[in-house]
């Protein structure tokens, strides 16, 4: 079974603090997405990442698919209270079809 | 262009009942994915359709199953409904050789 382990569950930080965000699993990952959600509504895709020690940015937050393609992690900078919601990282290994696996989710928090 | 719409977004049922929820790609996706959700295991995958045809399974049980329509609409099926099926229901569309999926707003299902 394909697991993708994410790290940490809970993340509770004041306005302006950084955080990082992992996501890590045993097998190679044809593609990985960081997606982000709020409650009672669908994930939204935040970035995708294919290439080994791929890096992307978006806005404040900075993306990052380890070189043997089995790990990632999200780095938030300076972080907002609008970042708050819950963020999943998500693997495909059948190529480009659509059967994504999930990783248990991280739930951040940002206090004002 | 219109995201994924789901329909209906809150539903309840009682057990033993049987459901049907929809769901509408993004004009021109070809591919729409169904995912369940519940807090103890997260998002996990059901199954996905393709042109009509069902492309990759999760490890579901055979009351949960689906079709797709010659305009790429989806429907997902849940026969005699157990308490334990009480989750968000969500679907993802792409476009067919692509890696991104995107997510409508879930159905949220509950099994009394």
């Known amino acids: 079974t394909q697991l993708l382990e994410q790290s940490p569950q809970f993340l509770s930080i004041q306005e302006g603090e950084n955080l990082t965000v992992y996501c890590n699993s045993s097998?190679?990952?044809?593609?990985l997405q960081w997606y982000r959600q709020e409650p009672g509504e669908g994930p939204v895709l935040l970035v995708t990442?294919?290439?080994?020690?791929e890096v992307k940015k978006l806005k404040r937050l900075t993306f990052q698919f380890g070189d043997a393609r089995k790990d990632s992690s999200l780095h938030i900078t300076a972080a907002q209270p609008g970042d708050t919601g819950l963020y999943l990282c998500?693997?495909?290994?059948?190529?480009?079809?659509?059967?994504?696996?999930f990783g248990k989710g991280t739930k951040l928090s940002v206090k004002p | 262009k219109a995201g994924v719409t789901q329909t209906p977004r809150y539903l309840i049922k009682t057990r033993g009942q049987q459901v049907t929820l929809s769901c509408s790609p993004i004009?021109?996706?070809?591919?729409v994915s169904w995912y369940q959700q519940t807090p103890g295991q997260g998002l996990q995958f059901l199954f996905e359709?393709?042109?009509?045809?069902?492309?990759n399974k999760g490890n579901f049980p055979g009351r949960f199953s689906g079709r797709q329509f010659s305009n790429s609409r989806s429907e997902m099926n849940v026969s005699t409904l157990e308490l334990g099926d009480s989750a968000l229901y969500l679907c993802?569309?792409?476009?067919?050789?692509?890696?991104?999926?995107?997510f409508g707003p879930g159905t949220r299902l509950t099994v009394t």
């Open positions: 993802a569309s792409k476009e067919g050789s692509t890696y991104e999926q995107y």
């Open positions: 097998s190679v990952f044809s593609s």
């Open positions: 990442v294919v290439t080994g020690g």
């Open positions: 998500a693997g495909n290994y059948g190529g480009s079809q659509g059967n994504l696996i």
């Open positions: 004009s021109g996706h070809r591919s």
């Open positions: 359709y393709f042109s009509e045809t069902q492309r």
